[in-house]
């Protein structure tokens, strides 16, 4: 019996584990790429979003809304920012594939990780 | 001091004392509260200080490209930052403190807004723990002033106090002085009277106006009665008492015999029971007193044909009338000195009062019952 529970719990672990990964490859694929090549560091475009909107979900509402109709408005960077980068067009991603994008993305620099206290 | 002059002060003293205590707590009270809150203002500015250098270091934070970011930290100083939906992000809490806990116990607490929202951070929480030693000291300070404060207005009190009885204490001197130098006057011709009276029935020569000559009887020993009394009231503290073995039988016998012309003169039936040789250690003149100032009473306040009891055993000796009786609220006075119960019958007010002296200073017990229109009935218990 003991067997069987192990074996399940550790099946269900590799395909979570798969499944983050695929995941991972996906934002890296769809979305960190091309920051990389137009050189917009990613983790500046996080910092910037957690200094505006403080929270998680606020962060992820205002990405979601920006990768949908991208606009000014809606964009973190500042309107100058426009003059040397076009636009991004609006995504084909579905809506659930994009949420699952962004809260990947958010978690991938999340600054809490990387905080510490002083010993 | 004169024992009234004493009350009076005692009185004075405690009311003024009193008031003054409170206004003074009320004050020193407010006083207090007003210097704690400052003093932990003080205190908070620390914190206020330490807050704004926590959130330059955030921004500092913020910025950095370091793999690992040290969350900054402060000696004495406890701090946490929240999102914008007050959730716990970081800090030197070891619990995730509520963010809307001001303060508590002994911690002071200080929350700042953080803007733009380095870290994430909306909100800066930083705590210390209360340094009371200046509360303390505060506290001290207060209760030194209080107690000069109180020494101050007690001598102050004091003064005043006797200022204010000044007049009450000169008034009854004069009125010592007056009776001192009454009684002094009437001595002499009281027994010039006395002693005419008691040569005119002795020689016989009195029976064509005997009812006149027993008018004038019955007054002179009222009069020899008041003197002695006044003159008991006046020498009482430098009285020199000889205690002996005193029939008290005997002696009520002799003071019966004595009232008998004025008992006759309002009509009263006299009954007596006194059990044979009731002994007791007393002086003659406190004995005669006190006898002297309950029969006097019970014959003055009787009505006209009552009845008089005289009872002595060896327990107690007492007297009862058929008098006009005391009303209830003045039985706890009656004792006091020139108090008149009722002011139908001549006399200064002395009598219950030298008989209570002299009951206090033999250890006896003194009751008085009395019904307003039925009588009173007076006992004086030789054992308390």
């Known amino acids: 019996m003991g067997k069987i529970v192990f074996i399940l719990s550790f099946m269900s672990l590799c395909l979570f584990a798969e499944e983050l990964s695929t995941q991972e490859q996906s934002v890296e694929q769809n979305c960190l790429n091309c920051h990389q090549q137009q050189q917009i560091p990613s983790s500046l475009i996080h910092r910037r979003y957690l200094m505006k909107y403080s929270t998680a979900k606020r962060m992820e509402k205002a990405i979601f809304a920006y990768l949908k109709h991208p606009d000014k408005a809606r964009s973190i960077m500042p309107s100058a920012f426009f003059s040397k980068f076009p636009m991004k067009e609006a995504t084909t991603v579905d809506d659930s594939t994009l949420r699952k994008y962004i809260q990947n993305y958010l978690e991938t620099f999340d600054i809490k990780k990387k905080l510490v206290l002083e010993k | ?384």
Do not use: C
């Not at chain 2, 946490?80 to 508590?104: S, V």
């Not at chain 2, 007193?289 to 107690?316: C, E, H, M, Q, V």
């Open chain 2, 1 to 384: 001091m004169l024992s009234s002059e004493k009350r009076s002060l005692i009185r004075f003293l405690l009311i003024y004392l009193a008031s003054t205590f409170l206004l003074f707590s009320f004050a020193s009270w407010i006083f207090y509260s007003s210097a704690k809150h400052h003093l932990l203002d003080q205190q908070r500015e620390t914190l206020k200080y330490e807050a704004e250098h926590i959130k330059s270091q955030l921004r500092a934070l913020h910025r950095s490209n370091a793999e690992v970011l040290y969350y900054p930290k402060s000696k004495n100083i406890r701090s946490a930052i929240y999102d914008l939906d007050k959730a716990y992000i970081f800090g030197t809490f070891k619990t995730k403190q509520i963010l809307d806990e001001h303060t508590g116990g002994n911690i002071l607490y200080y929350i700042a807004k953080i803007e733009p929202y380095y870290l994430g951070a909306a909100y800066l929480l930083t705590a210390k723990e209360i340094d009371f030693k200046p509360i303390e000291n505060l506290q001290k300070n207060i209760l030194f002033f209080m107690f000069a404060a109180g020494i101050f207005f007690s001598i102050l009190g004091y003064f005043l106090g006797r200022l204010f009885v000044a007049p009450m204490r000169d008034s009854i001197e004069q009125m010592n002085h007056f009776i001192q130098d009454t009684t002094h006057e009437l001595n002499t011709p009281i027994s010039t009277i006395l002693t005419n009276i008691e040569m005119i029935e002795t020689f016989g020569k009195h029976e064509e106006n005997s009812s006149e000559l027993k008018r004038i009887e019955i007054a002179s020993k009222t009069l020899s009665r008041i003197y002695d009394d006044l003159t008991y009231l006046n020498l009482n503290h430098h009285y020199h008492r000889r205690v002996i073995t005193l029939n008290i039988s005997d002696l009520l016998k002799e003071r019966i015999v004595y009232f008998s012309a004025m008992a006759e003169a309002k009509g009263l039936k006299v009954t007596i029971d006194i059990t044979q040789d009731v002994i007791l250690q007393m002086d003659k003149n406190d004995a005669v007193r006190l006898i002297d100032n309950i029969i006097s009473n019970a014959i003055k306040y009787n009505k006209p044909k009552g009845i008089l009891y005289i009872i002595l055993t060896n327990d107690a000796f007492i007297v009862k009338d058929e008098g006009i009786g005391i009303r209830a609220k003045d039985l706890s006075t009656i004792l006091q000195r020139f108090k008149r119960a009722n002011k139908s019958e001549g006399g200064f007010g002395i009598g219950l009062d030298i008989v209570d002296q002299v009951v206090r200073n033999y250890g006896f017990d003194l009751q008085i019952k009395s019904q307003e229109g039925k009588g009173t009935e007076v006992m004086v218990k030789w054992e308390k």
